[in-house]
């Protein structure tokens, strides 16, 4: 791996994976006892205390805190951009990168507001950004200058997507080791990067090619149906296994789709929520369950984005999002505001009183729960 030597690579993919224990059921009893006496009609609060429920058992306390939030936005290109599936070309990865570490893109303005950190990772950008790296507003884990062409070849070896989930596991390890870290989200950056999140789609859940391909930056129609193709065509000559996560990610994967996962496995590893974006993101988030089952539990589905494939996606993962705005941004920024959900519901599971603590009879307010 190019920058190996930038990041501790002090966890590696095996000991994540056999270490990562589920959510604890017994703090999640316990948090459902302790919302039964909150001072409020029961579960009136809806998916804020569902969500503290599981913020308990991922934590493993009543008392949930998420007051150190961080972006993790990982950037990579891709070599099948040149069949046509994207209406932007390649060089824009590095010029977002640039507006990144300029704190001028949508996920450093939706993330300040959500009181976020964000960090910006060269998974396999097709450029050096040597300056960016200086100044520490690019982290260097680059393990190549971008993908293959899968329609052409595979787009990595089974080596290089090893080695960019585990580039993905240490930088999240780091960050929560490092900083105290205690609520995590992922992001991407990589043009042509929704082609191998449908290709991912289609073999991870078995669905159609064209059930789980849409426009991405707004291609028109005889583009789509060449992208259509492309996926469709790849799939069929690469034939990567769907029981074998790392497999698919080689095959047709993405070194940033591949770095998500990754985080997504070290907050795991480490028992700290990770909010999970959009279609790029959640693509990383199959990768991560198939790889370990127990990731499911710290994953918070933050919303559901314009790509048709994504709701496809929350179905496959069995998880409902909490958000539907409309967004096909990437880079975090569904995630980012779904940070405040995610705080709000820790501070009721923190601050707000029991019946018993406020004075107020249990049986108060019961007749306004619809209100």
């Known amino acids: 791996m190019k920058g190996q030597d930038m990041i501790d690579t002090k966890y590696t993919l095996k000991k994540v994976i056999e270490n990562t224990a589920p959510a604890d059921p017994k703090w999640q009893q316990a948090a459902r006892d302790h919302i039964e006496k909150l ?21 493993r ?10 972006v993790i936005t990982m950037a990579g290109d891709h070599g099948v951009v040149a069949e046509g599936v994207s209406a932007c070309p390649q060089e824009v990865t590095p010029q977002m990168v640039e507006n990144f570490a300029k704190d001028g893109a949508g996920i ?37 200058y971008g993908t293959k062409n899968f329609y052409r070849e595979q787009a990595m070896t089974r080596e290089q997507a090893i080695a960019a989930l585990e580039a993905g596991i240490n930088v999240a390890s780091k960050v929560i080791e490092e900083q105290g870290i205690n609520l995590l989200a992922t992001g991407d950056m990589g043009i042509g990067n929704t082609t191998p999140s449908a290709a991912i789609l289609a073999v991870m859940a078995e669905y159609p090619v064209s059930s789980v391909t849409g426009r991405g930056t707004g291609i028109d129609n005889a583009a789509l149906i060449n992208k259509i193709k492309v996926i469709r065509e790849s799939i069929n000559r690469l034939q990567p296994d769907k029981n074998d996560p790392i497999d698919v990610l080689a095959k047709v ?33 199959l990768i991560a369950k198939g790889l370990c089952p127990a990731s499911l539990d710290y ?58 603590d406020s004075g107020v009879s249990k049986g108060a307010g019961h007749d ?3 209100l």
């Open 368 to 370: 306004n729960a619809s």
């Open 253 to 285: 994967g993405g070194f940033e789709i591949a770095g998500i996962a990754g985080v997504i496995l070290g907050a795991a590893y480490h028992q700290v929520p990770v909010l999970v974006d959009g279609f790029i993101s959640t693509a990383g988030a």
């Open 61 to 70: 306390t009543i008392h949930p805190n998420v007051d150190k939030k961080m």
């Open 299 to 356: 994953m918070i589905p933050s919303h559901q984005s314009e790509e048709p494939g994504h709701q496809l996606m929350w179905q496959s993962l069995g998880l409902t999002p909490l958000l539907n705005l409309n967004f096909r941004l990437g880079e975090g920024t569904g995630a980012a505001v779904a940070m405040h959900l995610v705080e709000s519901s820790a501070r009721v599971m923190c601050d707000m009183l029991t019946f018993e």
């Open 39 to 59: 001072a409020i009609p029961p579960w009136s609060l809806g998916q804020l205390l569902t969500l503290g429920e599981q913020l308990a058992g991922i934590q």
């Open 108 to 144: 450093n303005v939706l993330a300040k507001a959500a009181g976020a950190k964000v960090i910006v990772v060269d998974m396999g950008i097709a450029v050096d950004l040597p300056e960016l790296v200086a100044s520490g507003k690019l982290i260097d884990c680059k393990v190549d």
